[in-house]
Nanobody, 124 residues
Framework: QVQLVESGGGLVQAGGSLRLACAASGRTVSNYGMGWFRQAPGKEREFVAAINWSGSRVNYADFVKGRFTISRDNAKSTVYLQMNSLKPEDTAVYYC?????????????????WGQGTQVTVSS
């Protein structure tokens, strides 16, 4: 079992920055791929970013490329999402997830464990 707890969400003005963190416990995640997803009101959950076990390979949704950065600290069992140049359309609940293989993935169904989410609200 893996427990994931996200933190770092909040209210920020457009153009601002936030850094989300996702701390894992219960089982080491240093050998597993992890991802960030988001869900806005009335919309389906969507892929944001993914990272492989070592951090050597990352993938981003087109709408966050150049603005968001995913990283991980395996010693702390934590994955981060640095979000810069935030836009009102980035408002959503952000979730982290882990899949029990080395690589990250774009697909929700590839992930077996999810956090409860953290709210990010970007005001215009």
């Amino acid at each position: 079992q893996v427990q994931l707890v996200e933190s770092g969400g909040g209210l920020v003005q457009a153009g601002g920055s936030l850094r989300l963190a996702c701390a894992a416990s219960g089982r080491t995640v240093s050998n597993y791929g992890m991802g960030w997803f988001r869900q806005a009101p009335g919309k389906e959950r969507e892929f944001v970013a993914a990272i492989n076990w070592s951090g050597s390979r990352v993938n981003y949704a087109d709408f966050v490329k150049g603005r968001f950065t995913i990283s991980r600290d395996n010693a702390k069992s934590t994955v981060y999402l640095q979000m810069n140049s935030l836009k009102p359309e980035d408002t959503a609940v952000y979730y982290c997830a882990v899949r029990l293989v080395l690589s990250g993935s774009y697909y929700i169904s590839d992930y077996g464990y999810w956090g409860q989410g953290t709210q990010v609200t970007v005001s215009s």
